[in-house]
């Protein structure tokens, strides 16, 4: 059962205008939820989180808005560069479980283009 | 800065070797995992470990081990290389009492002939 959902394997933007990638999650005990960014041949790298007693958090161009109710959050990129391009995995942990708030559970990624 | 370093960028075995996988970060963290990712699967977590000689299964841990002898390094061990495990094996590490920020290692291609 797939826990962290993203419904989209791929979107392609042109440079300058907006991306959104999407991630629906079904565990209601999930409090904390990351983005990550991956490059082909490399490793994840942590791009900005959000815990469940916001609604939103704002990094540079980077924006991560969550909607509790519908178990869903969204990554915003504003503008849209070519070196955006890569794999974004939507990503959530819950916090009081007996060492499960170690873990993280993955969605299976969006790929993301920016076309110039 | 946090680093997660992988023992190997790329590894070809043969079906029935046994593969050692080490991880070493240098940031004093309490927790280490390790994952696999696979074309439209994602990342999928094999072990992980939240203290030295302890560890715990993830979703996959069938034809898997771990070894945590160090607080900085943790091995993955296949102790019969398939061909069905041929993946990208991602290594993090994360602060003890996080809330989830993991930090990864570059990884390692692993090709099982």
């Known amino acids: 059962d797939q826990q962290v959902k993203q419904n989209s394997p791929s979107l392609s933007v042109q440079e300058g205008r907006i991306s959104i990638l999407n991630c629906d999650y079904t565990n209601s005990m999930f409090d904390y939820f990351l983005w990550y960014k991956k490059y082909p041949a490399e490793g994840p790298t942590f791009l900005i989180s959000?815990?469940?007693?916001?609604d939103k958090n704002e990094d540079g161009r980077f924006t991560v808005f969550l909607n509790k109710s519908a178990k869903h959050l969204s990554l915003h990129i504003v503008p849209s560069q070519p070196g955006d391009s890569a794999v974004y995995f939507c990503?959530?942990?819950?916090?009081?479980?007996?060492?499960?708030?170690?873990?993280?559970?993955f969605g299976k990624g969006t790929l993301l283009t920016v076309n110039p | 800065d946090v680093k997660v370093t992988q023992s190997s960028r790329y590894l070809v075995k043969r079906t029935g070797e046994k593969v050692f996988l080490e991880c070493v970060q240098d940031?004093?963290?309490?927790?280490m995992f390790w994952y696999r990712q696979d074309p439209g699967l994602g990342l999928r977590l094999i072990y992980f470990?939240?203290?030295?000689?302890?560890?715990e299964k993830g979703d996959i841990p069938e034809g898997y081990s771990v070894s945590r002898e160090k607080k900085e390094r943790f091995s993955l061990i296949l102790e019969s290389a398939s061909t069905n495990q041929t993946s990208m094996y991602l290594c993090a590490s994360s602060p003890g009492q996080s809330p989830g920020t993991q930090y990864f290692g570059p990884g390692t291609r692993l090709t099982v002939l």
């Open positions: 990503a959530a942990s819950a916090k009081f479980w007996a060492r499960s708030n170690y873990k993280l559970t």
């Open positions: 940031m004093d963290h309490e927790n």
């Open positions: 470990s939240y203290d030295v000689k302890m560890k």
């Open positions: 959000i815990s469940s007693i916001k």
